[in-house]
């Protein structure tokens, strides 16, 4: 899964990319970059905790920053939307720290909400009317399927004109089969991430939040706050350290933690397990996909030979502290491949290629 991170100049989207990252970035560097963060799940430390396993494995998402958005400079706008063409989801970084030598891009995060929303908006009412422009002065006669994409392209310049996301707007599968080669914007899932200082995060407020959250509510975004500052200072403490300051500030994970777990569930991503002594891995799997489906992804030599699968649940395991008391409890289950896969699944995939 992709996720491209976006934010107007000054916004600190680079920061919170290479928190995610631990890639070095060069703020003013024209080049975008693409990173892989693991998705924070206490669930695998206790799985290796108890097979102690030769390997361990974190379920990841791909991250890439993109320039700043900047609405003055056309071909920065241009280039920024480019790159985020292939992405599954958007992170948008929203500046709300204070810091008299950083000017802001705009005076508070709602107002910078406002422009990258406008922004998105008017990209895609570009991609949609040079489309129905395309189609109507076509000198050859529309086939069917090119007269129904037209009705639809001007039932979404409607939504578009009245300052709307298309995600808002009812389609159905085959209507987005059909815009798909379009990448637009206004349908991707959206994160918001407002980077706040240290005062703020502590108390929880910062100007305009009841309007960012109203946006974000209306919008149906998802949302978090996190401290980019204080980010780079935990992440250069020990274990203990850590979770000291952690515990200081009331909180058990760090933002960064926070934010890979809430993109993965903002695009609608489950993680199953697979364990043993040579390895214990979190999956990425869609929410409602198949037990062959998840043997897919492990490898497709297993979805191509699937007999069964074997599926014990994450808490009858912990609860019982071995797969043997969970088989001799009756609560190992042998599956077909059109089980549906569930969030926290331990699966085995039994097979013959």
């Known amino acids: 899964m992709k996720i491209g991170i976006i934010g107007l100049p000054q916004s600190g989207k680079t920061t919170i990319f ?4 631990g890639i070095d970035v060069d703020p003013y ?12 799940d206490k669930r695998v430390e206790l799985l290796s905790n108890m097979y102690n396993p030769k390997k361990t494995t974190y379920a990841t998402l791909e991250f890439y920053d993109t320039p700043s958005l900047d609405p003055s400079d056309k071909k920065s706008r241009t280039q920024v939307f480019n790159m985020v063409q292939s992405a599954d989801a958007l992170l948008l970084v929203l500046r709300a720290f204070e810091n008299e030598n950083v000017l802001f891009p705009e005076e508070n995060a709602y107002k910078q909400l406002r422009v990258a929303l406008d922004e998105f908006i008017f990209r895609d009412l570009e991609i949609v009317v040079n489309r129905i422009e395309k189609l109507e ?5 529309l086939d069917n399927r090119e007269e129904i994409e037209l009705k639809l392209l001007k039932e979404l310049r409607e939504v578009l004109e009245n300052e709307e ?19 637009l914007v206004t349908l991707r899932p959206i994160i918001i991430a407002v980077n706040l200082d240290e005062d703020q995060f502590t108390k929880g407020k910062y100007p305009e939040k009841e309007r960012v959250l109203d946006l974000v509510k209306d919008y149906n975004f998802a949302y978090i706050e996190l401290c980019g500052l204080m980010e780079k200072e935990i992440q250069e403490l020990n274990e203990e350290e850590r979770q000291e300051f952690l515990k200081d500030l009331g909180i058990e994970e760090s933002g960064i933690e926070r934010l890979s777990r809430v993109v993965y569930e903002q695009l609608g991503l489950i993680s199953f397990f697979t364990v043993g002594p040579d390895e214990v891995r979190a999956w990425t799997l869609k929410k409602g996909s198949s037990a062959v489906e998840a043997a897919g992804v492990i490898h497709t030599d297993l979805a191509r030979g699937f007999i069964k699968a074997e599926v014990i649940k994450y808490e009858d395991l912990i609860n019982y502290g071995s797969e043997k008391e969970v088989k001799e409890k009756g609560l190992m289950k042998l599956v077909g491949k059109d089980y549906i896969v569930e969030d926290g699944d331990i699966l085995t995939i039994r097979f013959n290629v």
């Open 165 to 183: 996301f298309l995600s808002k707007h009812e389609l159905t599968e085959e209507q987005k089969k059909m815009i798909s080669s379009y990448s």
């Open 29 to 40: 560097s024209p080049v975008h970059q693409k990173g892989v963060a693991k998705v924070y």
């Open 137 to 141: 002065n076509s000198k050859r006669k």
């Open 18 to 21: 290479s928190l995610l990252t």
